[in-house]
C-alpha cells in the first residue's frame, strides 16, 4: 500500500512537471483529483487495511493530495507566466508604425491679419484699445460729429436695437472713448473689432465684418505723419514694393479726408490700385468733443476694413468665404496663410 503512494507521488510529479499547456494541467487534475481519480482510488483501499494503520494511511494520502495540488497550482501559474511574457513579446509596440492624425485647429485668417496689423502698431507705440459692439448712439455718431439729423448717416445703414442703441457701423466710436478717457492727453491707439451694417451680402459686402481704426492725438501732428503711417502699413501687410494713392474722400469725422488705394501690379504688368481704407486729420468737433483744444492739438485717424486686407494679401474673390466656416477653405490658412 505505501509503494502505490510512493509510487503515486513520484509519478503525479514528473507528470505534472512534464505539463506543457494548461489544459495538459487540467487533464491531470482530473486524472488524480477528481472523485475517481487515482487519489481517490487510493483511499477506497483504506478499509482493506488493519484498523490500527487506517489513521496513518488516511494521513499520508491527503499529505499527498495536497503535495499533488500544489504541484498542479504551481505549474498553471509557470505556464500562465509564460502565456503572459509571451504575449508582451509579442505585443511589443511598432514605433514605426505610422502615427495617429491629430486634428489641428489655426487662426482664422482675419484675425490673423488683425494680429500682425497689431503688432506692427503696438511697435510702433500704439496702444490697443476696444469698445463695445452694442453701442450708443451718442458714440457712434454724435460724437463722430452725425447729429441725429445729419444727413450723412445715410452712408453707414445701421441695426439699432432701440431709440439709442445699435450695433456699431464702424470701430469709430472707439476713438470717441479712448478720447474721453485720456483726458486731454496725447494718444496713439488701434483698435480691432467687429462692425454691423444693413448691407446686403455679395462679394465684397457683408452685413457684419471688421475694420481696424488707428487714431493719433498730439501736437503737431500733420497729415505727413498720416501718410507715413499709411504707407508703412501697407508695405508691412503687401511687401516693400507696394505704394499707397490718396483721393479726396469725405468723413464727417475727419477734415481733409481721404480714401486710400494701395498698388497692386496687373496680369498683363501694369500697376493698378484697390481701395482698402478711409482716412482723414481729426475733424476740430470731435477733438473738442473728445476734450482737446484744437488749437493746441491736432490728429489723423484711419479705418481699415480687415476683410478687404484679407482679400487682397490671400487672393480671395468672396467675402463670405470668411463666414461660412468652410473648413476647406479656413485649412489653407494653417501656419500662417499663404501670401
Ligand atoms: C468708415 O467706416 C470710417 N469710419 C473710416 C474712417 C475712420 C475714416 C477714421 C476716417 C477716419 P467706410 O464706411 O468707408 O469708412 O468703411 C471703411 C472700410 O470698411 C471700407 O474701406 C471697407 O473696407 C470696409 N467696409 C465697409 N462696409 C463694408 C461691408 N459691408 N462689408 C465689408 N467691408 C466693409
Redesign the pocket.
Known sequence: MKDALKTLEKESQAAIDQAKTLEDVETLRLRYLSKKGQVSQLMTQLRDLPAEDRPAFGQAVNTLKMAIEKALYDQKQALENEALLARLDQEKIDVTLPGYRFYQGAIHPLNQVIEDVEDLFVGLGYEVAEGPELENDHYNFEM?NLDKDHPARA??DTFYTDETMLLR????PV?ARAMLAKSGQPLKIICPGK?Y?R?D?DP????????I???VIDRHVTFGHLKDALLTMARHLFGPDRDIRLRP?Y?P??EP???VDVSYVKKDGSTGYI??????R?HPNVLRMGGYDPATFQG??????????AMLKYHIDD?RHFYTHDLRFLNQFKGGGQS
Request: charged share 15%; net charge negative; proline share 0%.
Open positions: 463722430m452712408m453707414q457701423t464702424h470701430t469709430s476713438q462692425t451694417r448691407d451680402d465684397t459686402h457683408s452685413h457684419q465684418f471688421m475694420q481704426e488707428g487714431l474722400s468723413f469725422f475727419t479726408s481721404v480714401e481701395e482698402i481704407l478711409g482716412a482723414g481729426v489723423f485717424a484711419f479705418g481699415v476694413g480687415v476683410e478687404r486686407i467675402i
